[in-house]
């Protein structure tokens, strides 16, 4: 059985890490993070790696510990890379302007959509019908796309909408006559 969770997490050049208590602190050239790890791991800064160990063999601590292995990885990713989300807008008339700190998304609807921009979030439009979201924080990129693209779906008929850049979308055959 894989166990993600037993290999340490090395830290790179630039970046430095502090562990105090549960609280893994994480910074680089792109920002400062944090973790704050739950109670049933262990987890420690040791020959510049972050290790990572259960407390004890329960099925909560072994499962919180891959998870939080893989969160503390995300940190030191976050901080010297960052992460970028793509999305592709497919239909006419759809479009996604920056309109100041806000999105302006037209989708079809009556009415155009503000999407405001969460802070430590960039958003880019480098065509009407793409849309490149960036941040150091994984969980908040993935989720402002997520937000985005729950306005209009991809549906399977036509293809129209909002969706990830290389999402397929199993396309239905319409009805006949």
Do not use: C
């Not at 969160?71 to 960052?82: D, F, I, T």
């Not at 849309?131 to 693209?149: C, L, S, Y």
């Not at 293809?159 to 006559?177: L, P």
């Amino acid at each position: 059985m894989s166990r993600v969770g037993k290999k340490p997490v090395p830290v790179p050049s630039g970046v430095t890490a502090t562990v105090t208590g549960q609280t893994v602190k994480m910074k680089g050239s792109k920002g400062e993070l944090e973790f704050v790890v739950p109670s049933q791991v262990i987890v420690a800064f040791e020959d510049g790696a972050v290790t990572v160990q259960p407390k004890d063999q329960s099925k909560v601590a072994r499962s919180l510990w891959g998870t939080s292995r893989a969160r503390v990885a995300n940190l030191v990713e976050g901080v010297s890379k960052g992460f970028e989300k793509k999305l592709e807008i497919t239909g006419v008339g759809y479009r996604a302007a920056m309109a100041g700190k806000a999105l302006k998304l037209s989708l079809g609807y009556s009415h155009d959509i503000e999407y405001e921009i969460p802070a430590g979030i960039t958003i880019v439009t480098p065509k009407p019908t793409e849309i490149t979201i960036t941040g150091i924080d994984r969980q908040k990129v993935g989720q402002v796309a997520a937000e985005i693209r729950d306005y209009r779906g991809p549906e399977p008929y036509k293809g129209k909408g909002v969706k990830y850049a290389g999402e397929f979308i199993f396309r239905k055959e319409g009805k006949k006559k």
